[in-house]
Structure formats: structure tokens, C-alpha cells
């Protein structure tokens, strides 16, 4: 089944502890981008990644940290979290489209982070 | 930054009925598209409409696109309770290669 596989769904954690939210697709997609959803603010993309080795900033990359070292993963690593990263993360994945621009997406459950 | 607005925020409507929301963007795009979101879980994508189509249908969903107004519409017909969601636009922009949201239309259909 084709599917984009986030881990861990919850998590709540405290200030300054590092983790890691892993992303792994099964598509072979290119194209990888994490995302944060807040209330009245939709979703803002974090991080994104057109291929292996090839990572950019989003809109609100502040605090984040991304590697692609291999196509079916791209984890989300928060050195030092703080409360104003409590979110709900998404990861996507997508192939290019033939006309160019970001095809279809494909979503993960989602990351209910919480920072204490 | 968020390149798409949806319009209305909100919109509450019985069983039957038809939905139509609608879609704002500011620069050209290569494509657009409607997710749909139901209570906190992951975003499914609905349809991809490319810059040079105008209307694409897909079963009850009917999406339109005017580039010259820059807007989109989603018409969902003849509404079911599980139609109940929110429903984002989103744009891929020319020259850049990713996708960006916007703030989303919480449709409620009540039976």
C-alpha cells in the first residue's frame, strides 16, 4: 500500500530535549516537504526537498532541521524544541508534475507535538 | 508566505445541498489544487487543475480556475454528512517548486 509513514504520532516532550520525527514514503517519490498546522494559520511548509542530498527552507524553518541521505526518508529534527513548536506536523510526498510545479501530494497522518 | 485564500472561512449547510467554496491566489501558478481534511488527520488530495485548463470534474467535485482573476472555485454537489471536512486550496507557484496552503474552508453538513 502506498503510503508516507510518520513516527511518532504523539509526543510530548520538554524544552531543550532534542528529537527527531521521522518520514518515510514507499512511492519513490522525489519530492519531500514537512509542513506545521496551527489554528487560523493553515498550514505553513517547514522544510522541503526535491531529491536526495537536495533540501531548501519553507516559510517558517526556524528551529527545524532536515537530511535527505536516502529518497524514502526525510526527518524533522528539533535540536532544541520550545513551546512555540507545539503543532501538528505533516510530512508529503509527491513526484514532479510534466508541466512542471509540485504534483499531487501525498500525506502522512500527521505528529501532535507538544513542548512543555 | 500563504499564497491562497479560501472564502468562506466557515459554511454550514444540510444534506443535499450544494457546497461551493472558493479560492484567491496572488501570483501565476503552475497548478492548483483542493485537499480535503477530515478532523485533524492527514490531507487527501481531491484534484490538480493545471493553469491552462478552466474546469476539471471528478465524481461530485467540480473545480473551475480563472487566471485572470486569479481565484478558484470547489463545488461539492448534492452533499453528504461525510462530505464534512476542511478543504484547503493550494498553489504551485511558476518557478518555484513547492506547494503552499492556505487557511482552509471547514464545511459542516448535517443530515
Known amino acids: 500500500e502506498a503510503q508516507v509513514t510518520q513516527n511518532p504520532r504523539y509526543l510530548i516532550t520538554v524544552t531543550g530535549k532534542k528529537l527527531t520525527v521521522t518520514c518515510s514514503q514507499n512511492m519513490n517519490h522525489e519530492y519531500m516537504s514537512w509542513y506545521r498546522q496551527d489554528p487560523g494559520l493553515g498550514l505553513r511548509q517547514i522544510y522541503y526537498?526535491?531529491?536526495?542530498?537536495?533540501?531548501d527552507k519553507g516559510d517558517v524553518p526556524e528551529g527545524y532541521k532536515v537530511s535527505r541521505k536516502e529518497k524514502r526518508n526525510f526527518p524533522l529534527i528539533l535540536e532544541s524544541p520550545s513551546p512555540n513548536q507545539t503543532s501538528l506536523y505533516f510530512c508529503a510526498s509527491s513526484f514532479p508534475t510534466l508541466g512542471g510545479g509540485t504534483g499531487e501530494l501525498f500525506f502522512g497522518e500527521g505528529s501532535r507535538l507538544t513542548v512543555l | 508566505s500563504q499564497q491562497g485564500e479560501e472564502d468562506p472561512q466557515a459554511l454550514s449547510i444540510q444534506e443535499g445541498e450544494n457546497a461551493t467554496m472558493n479560492c484567491s491566489y496572488k501570483?501565476?501558478?503552475?497548478?492548483l489544487q483542493w485537499y480535503r481534511q477530515n478532523s485533524g488527520r492527514g490531507l487527501v488530495h481531491l484534484i490538480l487543475i493545471r493553469s491552462n485548463e478552466r474546469e476539471k470534474h471528478s465524481g461530485r467535485l467540480r473545480v473551475t480556475l480563472d487566471t485572470s482573476k486569479k481565484s478558484s472555485s470547489l463545488l461539492i454537489t448534492a452533499s453528504r454528512a461525510a462530505d464534512t471536512a476542511s478543504y484547503f486550496c493550494?498553489?504551485?507557484?511558476?518557478?518555484?517548486?513547492?506547494?503552499?496552503f492556505g487557511k482552509g474552508t471547514m464545511l459542516l453538513v448535517s443530515p
Open positions: 526537498s526535491m531529491n536526495v542530498e537536495v533540501t
Open positions: 501570483t501565476s501558478i503552475n497548478n
Open positions: 493550494a498553489t504551485a507557484l511558476i518557478g518555484y517548486s513547492t506547494l503552499t
